[in-house]
């Protein structure tokens, strides 16, 4: 099996955006001593615990830092932005750093807010699938002419491996078409008898339209971990509450503690009633344990772990504790 990291550039109380980025740097070099197979950055936009939303510009700054770990993007937030734009970035990226780069496209335009920022507007924009595919034009075109009378002036022959992160069976079969590989947004609408459907059905036609090509599914997790179960606790409980997304996921002003969060315990025993994500809670064991049902039922073999806990010692603790557990059962690398 290979495992992965997705970092949000987490906000610890107390803590700056700027030392937010250098967190994210320093946990992608502890995943790479630690042989994690890949590391990966989101983007998101106007909410007060995540550092990242220029993902590219941090994925460039991780490769520098970073020798052979593979860098990945989960994902860049499409929707926004022009499918020319997008081809050309990423050419770019991958004129300077051959096979290392990872891009996965998402359809979350963000809140009406972002929407307005950005200029953005579903009714006088193209399709979210309308722009996968004329990104794909931009990124495939061999030759100086270009049907949309325009292209992306920069070219390589670098390998450009595209996911596509969805949820639906619409975009998974889009992604099967193109031959793009698949993130199956499990960790943020855990239905795991749609989650297998869509898997089945992107395998199947992907098959059809590639059948020389090898098909890749990512599965995320939410993971909290630690060498306690009162630590584990203190650490899980804050991430309950944080993925409720109260206020657009602003209700606190940094990424939240024990104690933020310390006058509203009352109610935990109601989180699991208005919860719609699950994390994996509990010791590295009972993780790769439920990790290992998920690959065997679903044939997965590849997962992105997302160790979103504060306090950059405590996530550096969560990939060890993984690394350790599975080294020992499989007395090898964790990749």
């Not at 750093?97 to 496209?105: G, P, Q």
């Not at 670098?158 to 069976?169: G, H, Q, R, S, W």
């Not at 793009?180 to 989650?195: E, G, M, Q, R």
Request: charged share 20%; aromatic share 10%; net charge positive.
């Amino acid at each position: 099996m290979k495992f992965s990291i997705l970092d949000q550039g987490l906000i610890d109380k107390n803590t700056s955006s700027e030392q937010a980025l250098s967190n994210t740097i320093e946990l992608a070099k502890n995943a790479e001593k630690l042989g994690y197979f890949s590391f990966w950055v989101s983007e998101h936009h106007n909410v007060h615990s995540f550092s990242i939303s220029c993902p590219e510009i941090v994925m460039m700054q991780l490769a520098q830092q970073t020798k052979n770990l593979k860098i990945g993007v989960a994902s860049i937030l499409l929707n926004l932005y022009s499918a020319l734009r997008t081809a050309e970035t990423i050419n770019t990226m991958t004129t300077f750093f051959k096979d290392r780069f990872l891009f996965s496209l998402g359809s979350n335009p963000g809140t009406k807010l972002i929407q307005q920022a950005f200029n953005y507007s579903s009714q006088n924009s193209l399709s979210y699938q309308q722009k996968i595919k004329e990104l794909f034009h931009y990124l495939n075109l061999k030759t100086k002419k270009s049907s949309k009378k325009v292209r992306s002036v920069i070219q390589n022959q670098a390998n450009k491996e595209i996911f596509i992160t969805t949820f639906t069976l619409r975009n998974a079969i889009l992604a099967a078409k193109l031959g793009a590989n698949l993130i199956i947004a499990h960790n943020l609408f855990p239905n795991f008898l749609n989650t297998k459907k869509i898997i089945k059905i992107y395998r199947k036609t992907f098959e059809k339209y590639w059948p020389n090509k090898q098909s890749q599914v990512i599965f995320p997790s939410f993971i909290v971990t630690s060498t306690t179960k009162t630590e584990i606790q203190k650490l899980a409980t804050p991430l309950k509450f944080f993925l409720l997304g109260e206020n657009d996921f602003n209700k606190y002003q940094s990424f939240p503690t024990w104690e933020d969060v310390s006058t509203r315990l009352h109610k935990e025993a109601e989180l699991d009633l208005k919860s719609k994500i699950f994390p994996l809670i509990g010791s590295a064991k009972y993780i790769l344990d439920e990790l290992e049902k998920i690959a065997n039922d679903l044939e997965i073999d590849h997962f992105l772990l997302i160790p979103m806990v504060n306090q950059i010692e405590n996530r550096i603790k969560i990939l060890e504790l993984i690394a350790n557990e599975f080294k020992r059962r499989q007395n090898a690398k964790i990749c």
